[in-house]
């Protein structure tokens, strides 16, 4: 069942934000600390009760992965159209649960909750060298909107 997240699930969330910063600290070390996590318990806390950022899990018993997404509008720009977009800021699946087709489960109630508050599409960030992430959104029909590009100086 994919529900909102509680505070009651803080404590899972966190051992599986460490997990997606390992991958990220093992592609990307010199960006990226090991042994972390983007959230401490008090800020996912506070990010539960923010409508505009809802945290979905997947749970069967116990959390198994989750979604972390942002609702982004866009009105009366100068240059861009009105539009609303779900930007997912992360999304993981227990490396222990990998293969049951849960991200698949995740992201598919992700779109359908998407449409269902009338955004116009769905975006977000993979790192480069995440091979398998860049291979599951390409799955899920997601292609590439724009490339951010770098220069290492040292």
């Known amino acids: 069942m994919i529900r909102k997240a509680s505070n009651a699930d803080i ?3 966190m051992e599986l934000l460490h997990q997606v910063n390992m991958v990220h600290a093992e592609i990307r070390p010199d ?5 972390t996590t983007k959230y401490n318990e ?12 809802p945290i979905f899990v997947y749970d069967d018993g116990s959390v198994s992965g989750y979604a972390f997404c942002q609702i982004k509008e866009v009105k009366d720009d100068i240059l861009l159209q009105d539009i609303k977009t779900l930007y997912i800021d992360d999304i993981c699946v227990d490396e222990k649960a990998r293969g049951k087709h849960i991200g698949k489960a995740l992201f598919e109630f992700v779109r359908d909750y998407a449409l269902s508050i009338g955004c116009h599409n769905i975006t977000l960030n993979v790192w480069e060298g995440n091979d398998a992430a860049l291979c599951f959104y390409r799955n899920m029909g997601m292609q ?3 490339t951010t590009m770098e220069t290492i100086l040292k």
């Not at 960006?31 to 042994?35: A, T």
């Not at 008090?42 to 505009?52: G, H, I, V």
């Open 11 to 13: 404590q899972r969330i």
């Open 31 to 35: 960006l990226f600390k090991p042994h």
């Open 42 to 53: 008090q800020e996912l806390s506070a990010l539960l009760t923010d409508d505009l950022k």
């Open 144 to 146: 590439v909107q724009k």
